[in-house]
């Protein structure tokens, strides 16, 4: 089971996704930021002890008032321990290659296109 947390500014996708993630029974907790500033703020929190830290964040990238390369950076930036063993993948509706692009050059391995499936998941959650 894992901890997720899904940072996107789409109520309805986070909804769906939430519900998808738990029909798959692969997640024991999720936790929703609806741009980049609030997801760091969940990080924050995660620090302190708040909340268990996230396995997997599913990042969106068009948001507002921080974007999710933003949040890329700043996450890359963070200090906190075990911060290499949390997995972030990109799922938006960008099928940019020069989003494709950035995004691996920033260390991203999974980056899927909405809508998001089961199928979808499990190629990079199991």
Do not use: C, W
Request: glycine share 4%.
């Amino acid at each position: 089971m894992k901890n997720v947390l899904l940072v996107d500014d789409d109520n309805i996708f986070n909804f769906l996704s939430t519900k998808t993630l738990q029909q798959m029974g692969i997640a024991n907790e999720i936790h929703t930021a609806l741009n980049g500033r609030e997801a760091l703020d969940l990080l924050n929190n995660y620090f302190t002890g708040s909340y268990a830290t996230p396995d997997v964040i599913l990042l969106d990238l068009n948001m507002p008032v921080l974007d999710g390369f933003g949040f890329l950076e700043a996450f890359q930036r963070l200090n906190m321990p075990n911060k290499e063993r949390i997995t972030v993948i990109i799922v938006t509706s960008s099928n940019d290659p020069k989003d494709v692009e950035k995004a691996r050059q920033m260390g991203i391995t999974h980056y899927l296109t909405k809508p998001l499936s089961e199928e979808k998941l499990k190629a990079v959650l199991i």
